[in-house]
């Protein structure tokens, strides 16, 4: 999902850009890139990913499978096997008249 900047920048002259010319091509930058986070991968949910194109070798983390995703050219391939973690754990013990309960 690679998009082309849309510009009406000169071109450079000589070995140097003018500060105007480097300044307004930051500016562009800034614009059209927004943040980029290099270590979160993209999320999609089903219905986004049916409707997008994507390259070979993209990276995804899919929010409807809750899995990160892998794109091969045809096909999403899940990257390792889904893991379900306890939200919580419980015990209860007594010794004696004293009585531990953590949630």
Not at 8 to 25: C, K, M
Not at 35 to 55: G, Q, R, T, Y
């Amino acid at each position: 999902m690679s998009k082309l900047l849309e510009t009406r920048l000169p071109f450079s002259q000589g070995e140097n850009a003018s500060s105007a010319t480097f300044n307004r091509l930051v500016r562009i930058l800034e614009i059209n890139l927004g943040s980029f986070d290099p270590d979160v991968s993209p999320h999609f949910n089903a219905d986004e990913i049916s409707s997008l194109s994507f390259a070979t070798g993209a990276i995804i983390f899919n929010t409807t499978n809750e899995i990160h995703q892998a794109f091969d050219g045809t096909a999403f391939r899940d990257l390792y096997a889904h893991q379900t973690y306890p939200t919580g754990l419980g015990i209860t013990t007594s010794i004696g008249s004293v009585t531990v309960t953590t949630s």
